[in-house]
Every structure is written in structure tokens, then in C-alpha cells.
């Protein structure tokens, strides 16, 4: 039965983050394609549309955490500080799509609930919450990789008489937590980031943490009309640079062993790295992601930072990571994050020694004893990757669902596509190096691949492309390999692993072998006619 709303694009695009609004300027403005991106927020931004806990911040730093593809917007816009405010980030993806005309195209509070290939036709038929239908030979999914919220489930939470809120969904209108006792679960880069800015508002901060993380400081600052003048100036180096290294960042890593030096010499170089601060620590030496004993040398310059900064010594203790090395898991950032635990309103629980028991009307209840709070921040992060992905209720050819498909794990070919789902492509999907990257890098690359590849298909009017099996199993293996080559596979509680929720597939996701290695290997594919794809 064809519905009377039922409609017909070129390509459907899911998202409206850096993703979706890149990719629906690429299809329509350059291909030429009759394109929809519809979003389930009320507005644009992607995760940053959600991401508005206090604190809420980038990571990457700014001038580098935008489009590289415009000379224009790239000298027209001006960030004001070292690292962007989520509101910031929002403000810059609404002048990148006013200026190219974007939200015409782009529907939003527009939940996508299904999306079904359809063999008979080679179309995408994809169906929303709202009852549309809207169907295309093509469908691109930007819905982020760290966008669908895990709320543990912990006993209990339903009676809880006090608000709660997870960050990744924040209330527009802000929380107010003056004169309340708040209760923050989760020390990941979220929780870093929220707790010291909810310790100077609340009247306690109680925060609960089940692993010790390490975090080095992020040194945020205005950004002076010098630094701006000298940004914008050098741009084609700093993109050039971005791209041609491992992850997406335009900052150098030392080609140097942290194990070729003297202690001496090693400490002034981490010294030197953490006055620097953010994620350009790690850059210190070339090994640190690589060779257990030079991570434990970063690892243990933390550790001693930690004690340093935290005058009671049993807290300090219980804050300082042992059980995996830095940056195995995603290291985060702080502005003056172990310093909260010397205010007098700021109490540590640490769960491994108590473990959260249920959650009662009053608060949160451990072994030892009952906490009471008035709010409960989960700041425990997302079912990552492929959480959205499989939100989406997606079957590709014969009906197969991709939850099926991925029972045992993401099965990937570069990241882009997944055998017996034709013509669907996942921008930043997992198997891609995305999450290891400076996102807006990876993403602008993964995007112009596919534009590549569809403008590629139309002139030859071939309708379907599809990953072939072996293809993606030998992608998987490299992946796989990839991973081993480095230590991030050793930490045990990361989500890059999917083991922060309870019953996910254990598979090391992301594609560790560097952001240039990655794109070559995606120019190779292409230019070999799209080997590993069957195009028909
Ligand atoms: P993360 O990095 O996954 O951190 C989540 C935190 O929440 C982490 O400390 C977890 O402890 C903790 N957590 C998760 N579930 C529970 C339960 N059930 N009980 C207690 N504590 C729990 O998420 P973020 O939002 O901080 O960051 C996600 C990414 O966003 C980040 O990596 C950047 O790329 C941007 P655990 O370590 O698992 O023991």
C-alpha cells in the first residue's frame, strides 16, 4: 500500500550533527541529488544538540574542531576559546548551515523508528515515529557514536524521590543545583568535566566512582586576535598536518622512545607536556600508546600529579588509576577536576570498595551505608557506536536484521558499509578510526568518500553497491590486528571495547592503524573500482 505521505528522495540522511550537514551539503550542492536529513532533536548540532551538562565541553581544540572543506566559513567564524563550549559548537554548525542554506533540507524533531531495504526496488524505505514514510536508493546514517545514553540499570532508581538526569540528555533549560546535595555517578571525560562545575554550584557533591580514571589538564583559555590572525593564516598546513597523521590532530608526536632517555630527561618532557596540557600529552614520546613500559612511565608521571595536587593521601590513593595504563582507555581532560576533591563540599565513594546497593527514595545506598541527595547526575556514558546504529531498527536485503547481522560484534568493511545492507553507509561507523580521531577530520574524510562513491555509481548508472562478506571479514581481522598492535585493547572497563554495558559483544571497535593509513587504504578501495563491494 503506498501511503498518501510517503516520499521519495535521491538520499536519506540521518543526523543533523557535523556528519549529516556536511554530507547533505555534498549530495545536494555539488551532486546535485534530492536529499533529506531528518533529525529526531529540535535542533541541529548532533550529540552537541544533547551534550549541555555543566562543563560540557570539547576536547579537540577549536580551531581545529570545525570543516576544513571552506575557506570561507573557516575565516568568517571566530571561536573565543582554546577549547569550544557546547553552546559554541552549536552556535558554529548553525552559521555553517545558514550560510549554505542547509535547514531547508533538514527535518527535524523527526525520530527515525525503522529502516528497511527493499530488494524488489534496490530502495531504502525508512519510516519515523511520526508515522512518514520516506524512501531513497541511498540512506547515510551521521547519527554519532556516542549519542545513545546508558543509564545503568541499577535497582530502585524508580523510587527515587529527587531528580535525575543523564548528561548525554540534558535539560535545555539548565539544572539548578543550588543549595542541593548531588550525587554524580561516572568519572569518565564527562564526569571530569561536570563534576568541578557542579561542586562550585551545589551546596555537596557527592561522586561516586567505580574506576579510577587518569586526567591531565586541559589549560583553557580565551583565545587572543593574535592566536585567531595566526590560525586563520596557516590553515592549509594545519589541515595537511591533521590529516597526515594518526589521529586527526594537527600537533606532532615525538618520533622519540620515552624509553631512549634518562629519567631526568623523560620527567622534563611530560613536565613540559602537562604545562602544554589537553590531549597533546600524550604527543610526549612516540610510544606511550605502543610499549607497556613507556605507558607506564606516563602513567606513574599521573599518578605522582594526582598525589601532588590531593592533600588527603587516602583520597588521592582512591583516585589514582592502577587497574589500566593512560590513554588505553579515552584519556580525559579537566580544569582543575583533582582539585575538587579539596573542597570541603566534595566526598569520594569509591565503588570498588563499596558497591552501589540500590537506589532508594532518599539517595544512593552502597554497602556501607546510605547517601542522601536531592540529584543524581549519570555521567556514566553511551552504548557506543553501535548503540544508534542499532536504535534505528534497520533490515537490510532479505529482511536480515543489522542486530543479527552484528550479534557477535560490529562486522564492517572500512567502517562504511556491512555485507547485506546495500547502499547504506555509516558515516563514522564502527571499524572506522573516527572515535580515535579528531572527529570533524575523520568525518569530512568518510563523507567524501561516500559522495565519491555515489557520484561514481550515478555516472555509471549502477544502483547498488554492497560490501562483499569476505571483504569485511578481512577488514574486521585488521581491525582486530590494528588494535593489538597497540595497548588499547588492555583496558578492560572501555567502551571503545563495549564493556560499559552490561551484555554487549566484547570487540575492540575502532580502527586503531592511524587516520592516514586509513585514508589511504579507503583511496586505494576506491581507485581499484570499489574493490571489496559487489556494484551492480
Ligand atoms: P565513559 O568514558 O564511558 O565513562 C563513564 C563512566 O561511568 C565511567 O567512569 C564508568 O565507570 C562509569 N559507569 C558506567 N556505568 C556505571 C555503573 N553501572 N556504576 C558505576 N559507574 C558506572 O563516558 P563519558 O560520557 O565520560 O565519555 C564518553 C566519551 O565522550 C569520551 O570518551 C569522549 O570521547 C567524549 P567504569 O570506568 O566503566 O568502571
Not at 533549560?173 to 543550588?178: C, I, K, L, R, W
Not at 586526567?215 to 585567531?228: M, T, Y
Not at 594537527?250 to 630527561?265: G, K, N
Not at 570541603?344 to 558497591?355: G, R, Y
Request: proline share 5%.
Amino acid at each position: 500500500t503506498i501511503h498518501r505521505s510517503e516520499r521519495s528522495y535521491d538520499a536519506i540522511i540521518i543526523g543533523a550533527g557535523f556528519s549529516g550537514l556536511y554530507q547533505l551539503h555534498k549530495l545536494r550542492d555539488e551532486l546535485g541529488l534530492n536529499v533529506r536529513l531528518l533529525e529526531q532533536g529540535g535542533g541541529i548540532g548532533g550529540t552537541w544538540y544533547w551534550n549541555r551538562y555543566p562543563g560540557a565541553r570539547c576536547d579537540s581544540e577549536s580551531y581545529y574542531y570545525c570543516y576544513s572543506f571552506s575557506k570561507e566559513i573557516e575565516q568568517e567564524w571566530e571561536w573565543t576559546e582554546r577549547y569550544p563550549e557546547h553552546w559554541e559548537i552549536r552556535k558554529y554548525l548553525n552559521f555553517v548551515a545558514d550560510k549554505l542554506d542547509l535547514k531547508r533540507d533538514v527535518q527535524l524533531d523527526t525520530k527515525v523508528t525503522h529502516a528497511r531495504f527493499d530488494d524488489a526496488t534496490s530502495r531504502w524505505i525508512v519510516e519515523t515515529e511520526g508515522g512518514e514514510t520516506f524512501m531513497a536508493p541511498f540512506l547515510i546514517t551521521a547519527v554519532g557514536c556516542l549519542s545513545t545514553a546508558n543509564v545503568p540499570k541499577l535497582k530502585g532508581l524508580e523510587t527515587f524521590g529527587g531528580q535525575w538526569y543523564h548528561t548525554g540528555a540534558w535539560p535545555h533549560e539548565g539544572v539548578d543545583f543550588t543549595g542541593k546535595r548531588v550525587g554524580q555517578i561516572g568519572t569518565g571525560s564527562t564526569g571530569i568535566q561536570a563534576a568541578p562545575v557542579i561542586a562550585a554550584a551545589a551546596q555537596h557533591l557527592t561522586i561516586f566512582q567505580r574506576t579510577a580514571n587518569y586526567s591531565v589538564p586541559a589549560r583553557n583559555g580565551p583565545l587572543s586576535a593574535e592566536d585567531q590572525r595566526s590560525v586563520k593564516a596557516n590553515y592549509p598546513e594545519i589541515w595537511q598536518k591533521a590529516r597526515s597523521g594518526t589521529n586527526g590532530h594537527p600537533f606532532d608526536i615525538s618520533q622519540q622512545s620515552a624509553m631512549s632517555v634518562s629519567d631526568a630527561e623523560r620527567n622534563v618532557a611530560y613536565e613540559k607536556a602537562w604545562q602544554t596540557g589537553g590531549l597533546r600529552f600524550r604527543a610526549a614520546f612516540s610510544d606511550v600508546l605502543t610499549n607497556a613500559a613507556a605507558n607506564e612511565t606516563a602513567s606513574d608521571f599521573i599518578r605522582e600529579k594526582i598525589r601532588e595536587v590531593v592533600t588527603d593521601p587516602d583520597v588521592a590513593e582512591r583516585l589514582t588509576p592502577r587497574d589500566h595504563g593512560f590513554a588505553t582507555k579515552r584519556p580525559p581532560i579537566d580544569t582543575e577536576y583533582f582539585e575538587t576533591f579539596n573542597r570541603d563540599n566534595v566526598l569520594l565513594v569509591d565503588l570498588k570498595t563499596e558497591p552501589i546497593v540500590e537506589i532508594t527514595k532518599n539517595g544512593i545506598k552502597t554497602s556501607a551505608g546510605e547517601y542522601e541527595l536531592d540529584i543524581i547526575v549519570f555521567a556514566t556514558g553511551f552504548d557506543a557506536l553501535t548503540g544508534p546504529l542499532l536504535a534505528l531498527n534497520i533490515s537490510g536485503s532479505s529482511d536480515q536484521p543489522l542486530s543479527k547481522a552484528w550479534a557477535s560484534g560490529p562486522r564492517t568493511y572500512l567502517g562504511l558499509q556491512t555485507p547485506g545492507f546495500p547502499n547504506l553507509f555509516t558515516i563514522t561507523g564502527p571499524g572506522s578510526p573516527s572515535v580515535l580521531c579528531n572527529m570533524p577530520v575523520a568525518i569530512e574524510q568518510h563523507v567524501d568518500w561516500i559522495t565519491d562513491c555515489i557520484r561514481h555509481l550515478r555516472e555509471k548508472d549502477l544502483a547498488r553497491i554492497e560490501a562483499l562478506p569476505d571483504a569485511a571479514e578481512k577488514w574486521v581481522e585488521h581491525v582486530n590486528d590494528a588494535a593489538n598492535a597497540t595497548l588499547l585493547p588492555m583496558a578492560s572497563s572501555s567502551w571503545y571495547l563495549g564493556a560499559n554495558v552490561p551484555g554487549k559483544p566484547r570487540v575492540f571497535m575502532p580502527y586503531a592503524g592511524g587516520f592516514a593509513r586509513y585514508t589511504n587504504i579507503c583511496n586505494e578501495v576506491a581507485g581499484a573500482g570499489y574493490k571489496g563491494f559487489d556494484i551492480r
